[in-house]
Nanobody, 124 residues
């Protein structure tokens, strides 16, 4: 199981950190971050591999979002800076246990288990 949390209301230019708590050790799980805005398709944002050595970001968030993890807490974080109104969405984390230790993808269909999302609203 996994659960995303940390969403909320923030002004444009502000920051938020999302957490994804995972029930299994992180070295068993590649974790992806995704979001879905109203009326839009789910969008892949970032991923971190099982061994933590491979990290990817999609262009829309590159340079503004940072993914990290705490293996002791079995938690993956998504630090979001310089938030924009268009970042408003429900944010999800997802996990995949299959594949090599460096597997990392932002394609939603590659992930088999999804947590409940957390709402991020960027508004003045």
């Amino acid at each position: 199981q996994l659960q995303a949390s940390g969403g909320g209301l923030v002004q444009p230019g502000g920051s938020l950190t999302l957490s994804c708590a995972v029930s299994e050790p992180l070295n068993y799980n590649a974790i992806g971050w995704f979001r879905q805005a109203p009326g839009k398709e789910r969008e892949g944002l970032s991923c971190i591999s099982r061994d933590g050595r491979k990290i990817m970001y999609e262009g829309s968030v590159k340079g503004r979002f940072t993914v990290s993890r705490d293996t002791d807490k079995k938690t993956v974080y998504l630090q979001m800076h310089n938030l924009k109104v268009e970042d408003t969405a429900i944010y999800y984390c997802a996990r995949r246990t299959a594949g090599g230790s460096t597997f990392c993808s932002t394609r939603a269909h590659m992930f088999v288990e999804w947590g409940q999302g957390t709402q991020v609203t960027v508004s003045s």
